[in-house]
Structure formats: C-alpha cells, structure tokens
C-alpha cells in the first residue's frame, strides 16, 4: 500500500522521540530532583515560604526565640533576644537567603520534612501552611548570662550538660541582630570581627587546654604519671627550645601537678615519650579529623594544616602539639565536647541542640533521643584528669574560676595565634566536678590569659547554672 | 467501543476536576464557572452533533484534544487567570471553527486543486510578516490589526501541509524514482523538484529573517519527513543530517541569540539570573515536580518561568502533577499523533493520506522539539505547546488541522465498494 512503510517509520520516530523525553523527565524529576534542589539560584525554598508560616524556634522553657508575626507589611521574623542567639539561630530573607538554623532546619520549620502520606495529601490542599516549631536544648537564662559577659569582646561561649550532650548555651561574639538584617545588611557585612560568623564552630589553636588531649596519651604509656620530674623552665627537645610562659620554673612536678600548673615542659617531654602514635590516637578518640554529629555542620578540629590527623607527626611539630601549639586548631564547640567527656566518665555524647520537633497541632515530630558519641577516656582516666582539673582549680592556674561552695574541674589556655597579637584565652570547665551538670569552653580572642578573661565568664555561667539547678531541686 | 458520549464525560470529569481543585486552594474566581459552563456545554453539543450528522471518523482524536485542552484550560487559570479568560473564548472559537471545517468542508479532496495557490500563500503570507510584523520576544512573527495581534506563520503550517500534500502526490513517482542518476543516487530532474524545492527554501528564509527559528526547525524536519514519507528513500532522511548541521553552524554564526540559546542551553546555572534564566527556572520547577507532583496551585514554576503560560506551560505540568502527570500529558500526544498517521495510512485518496500524516508529523514535531527544548535535551526554540499553551493563533490553527484530519478520516471511512457503485458517501447532506 501507498507510503505505509513511510508512516510506520515515521512513527517509530516519533515514538522514539517520545520514549527519549520520558528518560529526560526521568532524569530531571528523580535522578537529580535533590541536586537541583541545593542549587544556590533554587528559590523553591524561599518562594514556599511566602505561602508557608515559617514555625517558631522555643528555648527549653518555651521562652521565644524567633517568630514569624503577621503585621500591617506582611509577615516579619521577629528575634526578641536581638543580637543574643545570633548567629546561631541565622536568618531567612527573600533577599539575602538564609543562614544558620534558619537554613539548616529550614524542611522542618517550613513543614516540608512530612513522612506520612496523609500529611501530605493534607498539605497539597490547605493552604496557607503552618510550619514546624522547633524546641531547642538552649536555656535563655544561661545564655543571658554568657552573652552580658562576653557582649564587647570577641570570641564564643558554648555549654553542653555532659550527661545527654544538651546544648545550654551557645554565645558568638560580635554577633548581629536578626530583626533588621535586612535593612542593616551592608554594614553587619562590613563589620569589624565577622559578626554573621559563628566563633563557636571557628577553629583556633587551642594551647594548654589540648593538654587534656595529650592526657590520654601519657596514660596509656608505660610510665608512672605519679612519679616527678624537675621542670627548669625550659627544656631543649631535638634542638627545639620549648620554654614555659613567662618562663616560670615549675620545680618537681607529677602530671596532678603538671596540668594544675600548666607545665608545657612536662607534656612535651612525656608526650614525646608517649610516642605520636599515641597521642594521635587519643587525639582521635577525642574527635580529631572527625566531623561532629549535629544539626549544623562544624569544620572537623586538625592536628596539622594538611591533614587534619596524619598518620604520623615530624617530632618538632609533635612536640608543640602536645601542648596546643603547632598547627593544632579546634573550635571552642569541640572543646566543650572534649570537656564534656571528661566529665562523663570519658563519654562524649551526641550533642543536641534541638530537643523536638512540634507540628502546628503541637504533635512531636521528632524527639532526640542521647547517644554516645565517642569514648575518649575510660572511667579510670576521666578520673585521673578531673581530679587534675581540681588540682587546677584548687591550686593552679584554673583558680580564678573557682566558686565557693562548690568544687569545679577546670583547665586555662593561652594559646599564641602567631604573629605579635596578643594570646586567645580559653577556659574548660565543669560543674560540679563529682556530679557534672554543665561542661563548657570560653574562648576569648586575642583575651590574654586563660585565668585573666576567660575564667571570669566561665566561672558567671556556672553559677547560673548551678543556681538554676538547685531551683529545680527544691 | 466507548461511546463518544463516555469519552467527553471522562474528559469533563478531568476538567472540572482539576477546577475543584483551583477553587480549594483559592485559585478560581466565581466568573469562570460560567466559562467553565459553557465550555463544557459546547463540548457536549459537539458530540452530540456528531452523532446527529453521522460523524464516521476517528472516535479519539476529538476527546483527546479536549482533553489536552481542558488541562491547558486549568493549568491557565492557575498560571495567570486573565489569560485564562481570553483562552476560554479561543477555546470557545476553536471548537466551533473545528466543527466547521469537519462538517461545512464537504470533501477535502477539492482542496488539492489549489496547490499553487497555497503554495503561494505561505510565501505571501510570511512576506506580509516581514515586511509589516512587529516584534515580539525576538522575532518578528506578529501582525497587529488594531489592538490584536495576528501570527502568520501559524496559518502557514495549514496552507504549506496543503501545498505539500498536493504537490507530493502529483510528483511522487518521479520523486521516488528519480531522472538524473548521480554515481548510485538518483536524483529527480530540476522541472520536477524545482518548484517544491523554491517554495521550502524561500519559507524557511523567511522565517530565519523574521527570526521565527522555532518554526523554522519544525518546519524543516515537517518537509523532510513528509518527503521522506511520501518516496521511502532514507537518502532524503540522510540528507537532513549535514544540511541540519550547515543551517545550525549558520544560525549559530549569524545570529547572536542563537549563540546566546546554545550557551545557555549547555550550562544555564553560570547565569541563571540572565541569559539562563528560562532554562534554569524551568529546570527548577520540573525536577521540583518529582514523581507525583507539588499539587495543583502549588509550585513556584508558575510565579517563576517567564513565559509560563506558553512556551513553559509543560514545566509547570511537570512539576504540578510531577512525572506521572506529564507522563499522561505526553501520552495523550502520542496517541494523537499515532491516531493521525493511522488516518494517513487508511485514507482512501493520496493527497488525503499525505495531509493526514503530514499533520501527525507537524504536530508530533512541536511537541517533540518544545518539550525537548524546556527539558534541556536540545537547545531551547520558542514553540507554542498545541491546545495547552495560551495563544489563539495556535489554537485555531490546530483546530483547523484537527478539522481536516477528522474530515479526512470520516471520509475514509466508507468502504470503496459504496463509492464504486456511486453512492454519495461522507458527504454531509
């Protein structure tokens, strides 16, 4: 017949073609549906938001932290507390995108992150939506305390109940504030301090604080950390001189002695015993190189600028490590972690910094449940540092963060950043030492001394917290 | 069999359906019930017209136009509602125009006769357009009388199907078998080609001047397809090739917003807030879709894609009813096109079979090369989806398409023995 292997053909073509286009839709909408998703020029998110109540994110005791108001302009991000959460909690602009928990959490407080079927056929026809509520660990009482401290000063204070991995508080210093971002945003941009920058996950050298680290290392080595060794001030490792601060002779000291006074010479000199095997390892099971298990991405802590844990240190580098110079770089988040571990019988636990998750009925969503993290220590060893960090407390550097009534762990840091500028101080603690109820880092940039500006703001955190516990107590 | 009846009930319960679902979510204003009304009122008197005047033909092809159409209509209302309220009146027309040509143009056969006067046509009608057209996003491909505007270029694919068809069928034979032997390749003598061959080339420099690539590109591949057809000589298929890829390297020479196209089409992230904004939006909206859709009023395409409402109206399907839901979309388009050219192979006349199938080739071609083209599987041309996008040109223009291919079928339905004994047969009296 007339032209009928024509069409046939035709039509296989066209078929073809068809079926060809199918595979590109299959491509697009299942294959890369989530990658195009995260592209940055995506509005999707931003755009579902003006049809989308954005949920409100709750401190533990349900005092607001931000909220979307409805006024005479529309709807507003409201953050009651100003500049004093950020920028933890961040901010979520049509302008300027999103950052913090606003971007991190940005499925749940939107109500995206649905599982059940139901829900969603509900959401496909009610609109407007109501977005999730987010209930963090956060206590707004502790945080008050933190930020009025370190408020003028650059730098992060983080606290975590050692037993759950609970975020308490989490200060950044200079921060901005949420509620004018907009308006406000070419001069918090250029600020001095990098205000949109959360200090608390920053990495900085972590000075004799990482000797807590290295604790662990000099015990699981085959020598008497109670016996004594002469510390002259300074001491010549492979033709390194490694000199203590102010170049104080610390006279016989064992290691209760050495972290109490913060002897580097000990450290080094044991440290290098212990091998860099160990301490690399004691490293690790503290976190080193490892990326932290939490709701907001934090740059995994380094032992060296190229690896973050090498196999192996050159024994000058190794010898500065163990005291927290070299190349050594944590953030003071980590730190608190580290110190957490210490406080709990050598456990560090997931930290937590959203405890649920409400829907607009207020059903829970989600519930964090506590998980270990890492075991740094054995209880024995926990043990042998805190009673240290006592000793520290009691007798050495750590003494100005000391309460009366109540016996603190703690450690000091002043770790040299390089250069002519002056050292950051950092102070680890816990409270109370026997049953820790808080452990946190202050780290205070270009502060001076550990005991001098960190101390101080440790030592008002922990005793807001411990007044608060008692309240709850009674 | 279904019943006509049951076909255009399923494709209003899909209608209005869809409506339900706009009005739900706050999307429908009161005014389009009554469109919506009598919309659905025509399209029951439209069935009920052809069973009182004996339609024969093909029982598909209308309930699957108006169902593409009436997912165009509610997908329209949901993109932008006052262009929604224009496509209701097009859509209006439409269907009486279709049921005009189906049932007022006795016998399409006569329009054969013609060929040269159609042939002519075409090259009048895109001379008109270039020298009188005014531009719109690129290219200029619109007449304005008064305050509307007029798209030559889409009454040329009718006349330029019928120059075709006509032409194809008187010369087919030398063709196919060719006069002038070239090494292996015998090719047709320059009398027999020659007046095909100006007319095609002269249509197509026309369109590249006014800058119309898209239907360019369609109606390139339509010529060659349709010969191809017509001879069954893969040499003509095969001479498309090289000649695709010189007129390409040309365009891509001449004309700085080809290059644009093709840059943005191999990376339109790099400037999606520009030049590759379209595509990128697009591309956001569809795999936005996934398997089972945002729903209905829920998708940001909509807001987002320029020109949503015509060129992108399937991104925003894509990603409203997500990949089963276009799938279904596309479905409905192959089993238009398939239903066409099986019209072209049952046709009881030559130059009805090659108009029928030309018509599947057309319009499978538009949908071919806009669907790849916002799915970035070819660098995009700007081509209106037929019966879904928003556009009147369009949309009469396929219902005249329709309107033939429906007469052809329903004339093609009577067995030869009635004509050979003399019987007046689909013929509507």
Redesign the interface.
């Known amino acids: 017949?007339?032209?009928?292997?024509?069409?046939q053909?035709?039509?296989l073509?066209?078929?073809f073609?068809?079926i060809?286009?199918?595979f590109?839709?299959?491509y697009?909408?299942?294959v890369?549906?989530d990658?195009?998703?995260d592209?940055p020029?995506?509005?999707?998110a931003v755009?579902?938001e003006s049809r989308i109540e954005r949920g409100g994110i709750y401190d533990r005791n349900g005092i607001v932290l931000a909220q979307t108001k409805q006024t005479e302009k529309g709807k507003v991000r409201v953050y009651p507390h100003g500049e004093m959460f950020q920028p933890l909690l961040g901010y979520a602009t049509v302008k300027y995108g999103s950052a913090g928990l606003e971007a991190t959490e940005a499925a749940n407080l939107l109500g995206m992150k649905e599982k059940s079927l139901v829900k969603k056929m509900q959401?496909?026809?009610e609109?407007p939506r109501q977005g999730n509520d987010l209930i963090l660990t956060l206590d707004t009482r502790l945080q008050e305390v933190a930020y009025e401290k370190l408020k003028g000063k650059a730098g992060a204070v983080v606290g975590l109940d050692p037993r759950n991995g609970e975020v308490l508080v989490l200060v950044s210093q200079p921060s901005f504030d949420g509620n004018t971002i907009v308006e406000d945003w070419d001069e918090i941009v250029n600020r001095q301090g990098s205000p949109m920058l959360n200090h608390a996950f920053a990495k900085y050298p972590p000075g004799s604080i990482m000797k807590v680290v290295t604790s662990a290392a000099l015990f699981r080595s085959d020598f008497d950390t109670t016996e004594l060794y002469s510390c002259q001030g300074f001491t010549i490792i492979n033709g390194q001189t490694i000199s203590e601060q102010n170049h104080k002779a610390h006279g016989w000291v064992n290691y209760d002695l050495a972290l109490a006074y913060s002897c580097n010479n000990y450290f080094a000199e044991f440290g290098v015993k212990a091998g860099d095997k160990s301490f690399l390892q004691a490293a690790a099971g503290f976190g080193f190189g490892q990326s932290i298990p939490f709701d907001i991405q934090i740059p995994s802590s380094s032992i060296t600028r190229d690896d973050p844990l090498p196999d192996k240190l050159s024994l000058n580098l190794f010898a500065a490590s163990t005291f927290g110079q070299g190349q050594v770089m944590v953030s003071p988040f980590h730190m608190a972690l580290i110190t957490a571990g210490v406080a709990n019988e050598g456990k560090i636990m997931v930290p937590r910094l959203i405890d649920r998750v409400l829907d607009s009925q207020h059903n829970i969503i989600y519930n964090y449940k506590p998980e270990v993290w890492l075991e740094a220590l054995n209880r024995e060893e926990a043990d042998k540092v805190k009673s240290a960090m006592v000793l520290a407390v009691n007798e050495g550097t750590a003494a100005p963060g000391a309460i009366p009534g109540v016996q603190i762990a703690a450690k000091t840091g002043s770790a040299e950043p390089g250069g002519d500028q002056s050292t950051h101080a950092w102070y680890i603690a816990f409270a109370p030492a026997d049953n820790p109820v808080i452990a946190l880092a202050v780290l205070v940039e270009n502060g001076g001394t550990g005991g001098g500006a960190a101390a101080p703001i440790a030592k008002a955190v922990i005793e807001k917290a411990l007044e608060l516990k008692e309240g709850v107590n009674q | 069999m279904l019943n006509s009846f049951t076909l255009r009930f399923l494709t209003l319960t899909i209608f209005w359906l869809g409506l339900l679902v706009l009005k739900l979510s706050n999307m429908l204003e009161s005014h389009f019930f009554s469109l919506a009304a009598v919309f659905s009122i025509l399209i029951f008197l439209g069935a009920a017209l052809e069973v009182y005047l004996g339609y024969a033909g093909d029982r598909y092809l209308i309930p699957v136009v108006q169902t593409l159409l009436a997912i165009g209509l509610v997908l329209l209302i949901r993109i932008n509602p006052s262009l929604a309220q224009d496509q209701f009146i097009w859509a209006n027309m439409g269907l009486v125009i279709f049921y005009l040509v189906l049932f007022g143009l006795r016998d399409y056969r006569k329009l054969e006769q013609y060929q040269y006067i159609w042939g002519l046509a075409a090259l009048a009608l895109l001379l008109v357009t270039l020298l009188f057209g005014v531009s719109v996003h690129g290219a200029t491909s619109w007449i304005k009388i008064g305050s509307r505007g007029f798209q030559p270029e889409e009454l040329v694919k009718v006349v330029l199907l019928l120059f075709m068809a006509a032409y194809l069928n008187s010369n087919r034979e030398l063709l196919r078998v060719g006069t002038i032997q070239v090494g292996r390749i015998s090719l047709p003598d320059r009398k027999t080609l020659g007046p095909f061959a100006f007319i095609c080339i002269i249509v197509l420099a026309l369109l590249a001047a006014q800058k119309s690539l898209g239907t360019a590109l369609v109606f390139f591949l339509l010529m060659i397809f349709i010969v191809y057809m017509v001879t069954e000589r893969l040499f003509y298929l095969a001479m498309s090739v090289p000649v695709i890829l010189l007129m390409g390297t040309a365009g891509y020479i001449l004309f700085g917003h080809v290059r644009v196209r093709v840059a943005t089409w191999l990376n339109p992230w790099i400037d999606s807030t520009v030049g590759g904004f379209q595509i990128a939006q697009s591309i956001f909206a569809i795999s936005g879709g996934r398997l089972l859709g945002t729903g209905l009023g829920n998708g940001i395409g909509a807001y987002q894609i320029p020109l949503a409402e015509s060129d992108f109206i399937f991104s925003v399907i894509a990603e409203e009813i997500g990949f089963f839901g276009s799938m279904a979309v596309i479905t409905l388009f192959v089993v238009l096109v398939l239903r066409a050219l099986a019209i072209g192979a049952k046709a009881s006349d030559r130059f009805g079979q090659i108009l029928a199938a030309g018509i599947g080739i057309l319009i499978g071609l538009e949908v071919i090369i806009i669907l790849a083209g916002v799915t970035k599987m070819l660098p995009l041309t700007g081509l209106p989806l037929p019966w879904v996008s928003y556009g009147g040109n369009s949309l009469i223009i396929h219902f005249i398409l329709l309107g033939l291919l429906t007469n052809i079928s329903h004339n093609s339905s009577f067995s030869m023995s009635e004509v050979r004994i003399g019987k007046r047969v689909g013929v509507y009296e």
């Not at chain 1, 017949?1 to 069409?7: E, Y």
Request: proline share 0%.
């Open positions: 017949m007339f032209m009928s292997s024509g069409i053909k035709i039509a073509i066209i078929v073609s068809f060809f286009i199918s590109g839709l299959l697009w909408q299942v890369n549906a990658t195009m998703l592209n020029a995506n509005r999707r755009l579902l959401n496909t026809f609109l």
